[in-house]
Nanobody
Framework: QVQLVESGGGLVQAGDSLRLSCAASGRTFSNYAMGWFLQAPGKERDFVAFITWSNGFTYYAESVKGRFTISRDNAKNTVYLEMNSLKPEDTPVYYC????????????????????WGQGTQVTVSS
C-alpha cells in the first residue's frame, strides 16, 4: 500500500504562485511515476502534470505548460507542483496520484493509469 498526502493549498490572488507537495509513504519503493490532477466542482478530474521517479521525465497538460513545474525529491519521497501566474480557473481541488506497477507505455493523462490517490488539497485563486 502507498499513502499519499497533499499539502500546500490555500487562498491566493490571481497572478500569485503556490507550491503543492505530495508526500508518499508505505511501499514507496514500488512507485514508478506520479501525477497531479485537478477537479473543479461538478466536473471530471483533469490531468495536470506527470513525472517519473527514476529519471525525472515530465509531461504537462497544455493548459499549464510554462506556468506549472512538477518535480520530485527521491530522498523525501515527495513530489511538488510549483504553480505560477495562477488564474481563477486554476481554483479546483488538486490530487496527486501514484503508479506502482511497471508499464510499457505511459498513459499519464488517464486516471486509471494510477494505483493510489491522495485526499486532495484545495486551491482558491481570487481575481
Amino acid at each position: 500500500q502507498v499513502q499519499l498526502v497533499e499539502s500546500g493549498g490555500g487562498l491566493v490572488q490571481a497572478g500569485d504562485s503556490l507550491r503543492l507537495s505530495c508526500a508518499a509513504s508505505g511501499r514507496t519503493f514500488s512507485n514508478y511515476a506520479m501525477g497531479w490532477f485537478l477537479q473543479a466542482p461538478g466536473k471530471e478530474r483533469d490531468f495536470v502534470a506527470f513525472i517519473t521517479w527514476s529519471n525525472g521525465f515530465t509531461y504537462y497538460a497544455e493548459s499549464v505548460k510554462g506556468r506549472f513545474t512538477i518535480s520530485r525529491d527521491n530522498a523525501k519521497n515527495t513530489v511538488y507542483l510549483e504553480m505560477n501566474s495562477l488564474k481563477p480557473e486554476d481554483t479546483p481541488v488538486y490530487y496527486c496520484a501514484a503508479r506502482s506497477r511497471p508499464y510499457a507505455v505511459p498513459l499519464p493523462r488517464r486516471g486509471d493509469f494510477y494505483d493510489y490517490w491522495g485526499q486532495g488539497t484545495q486551491v482558491t485563486v481570487s481575481s
